[in-house]
């Protein structure tokens, strides 16, 4: 088995701020992505990425940055935190998107903007 | 990507075996058919996939309807942990990286 890690798990940032999260998975999984989910929804896809280095946008990437630089990790930037904003991004990776593959997901990061 | 309906909640005592039902009326024939799970503060966790007919692992089974319109996640024998969201997802193989668009789900609650 493995385990997807995100760090932090809480975050809490000011107005304007940029802010970073990062997630490491130990599967030697391809591809990984980020969702974001704010409460009482379903989750949305940021970005993702199917190698190393590789970024694909998703339904919501602007506002955000994502950088892929080794295959076990995948880093999500806010470029500028929103006022009240508040919302779990959960990383998650499978082992390709050849196939039927299931998606991991981390435990998320939970995001609070003051 | 085909849309899927679901009902907003189910209700169930422990020990029951529960049926969700999932619509995916404009399903394509690229498209699978996933079953997610979540309870509070964790992430979603798989729970089945499937394309036709019959599917079934540990955790539950997956039947889906002859034109694959319509598929039903049943669990046997529900505990109190059983209680969490449960999302039904269609998506394509390859193509946006098998991208999951979860809607807002099924919410089962269970009863002791």
């Known amino acids: 088995g493995g385990i997807i890690t995100q760090t932090p798990k809480f975050l809490i940032g000011q107005e304007g701020q940029k802010l970073t999260l990062k997630c490491q998975q130990n599967?030697?999984?391809?591809?990984m992505y980020w969702y974001r989910q704010d409460s009482g929804k379903g989750l949305r896809l940021i970005y993702y990425?199917?190698?190393?280095?590789?970024?694909q946008k998703g339904d919501l990437s602007e506002g955000y940055d994502a950088s892929r630089e080794k295959k076990s990790s995948f880093s999500l930037t806010v470029t500028s935190a929103q006022k009240n904003e508040m919302a779990v991004f959960l990383c998650?990776?499978?082992?390709?998107?050849?196939?039927?593959?299931?998606?991991?997901f981390g435990p998320g990061t939970r995001l609070t903007v003051l | 990507l085909a849309k899927t309906t679901q009902p907003p909640s189910m209700e169930a005592y422990e020990g029951q075996e529960v049926n969700v039902s999932c619509s995916h009326t404009?399903?394509?024939?690229?498209?699978?058919i996933y079953w997610y799970r979540q309870v509070p503060h964790q992430g979603p966790q798989f729970i089945i996939q499937?394309?036709?007919d019959y599917v079934v692992n540990e955790v539950a089974s997956l039947f889906i309807s002859a034109d694959r319109k319509l598929s039903t996640l049943s669990l046997p024998w529900v505990s109190l942990r059983d209680a969490a969201v449960y999302y039904c997802?269609?998506?394509?193989?390859?193509?946006?990286?098998?991208?999951?668009?979860f809607g807002t789900g099924t919410l089962l609650s269970v009863k002791p």
């Open positions: 404009n399903i394509a024939t690229s498209e699978y």
């Open positions: 990425s199917i190698t190393e280095n590789d970024l």
């Open positions: 499937g394309y036709k």
């Open positions: 998650a990776s499978s082992p390709g998107t050849g196939g039927p593959y299931e998606q991991y």
């Open positions: 599967f030697n999984h391809d591809t």
């Open positions: 997802i269609v998506t394509p193989l390859g193509g946006s990286g098998n991208k999951l668009i």
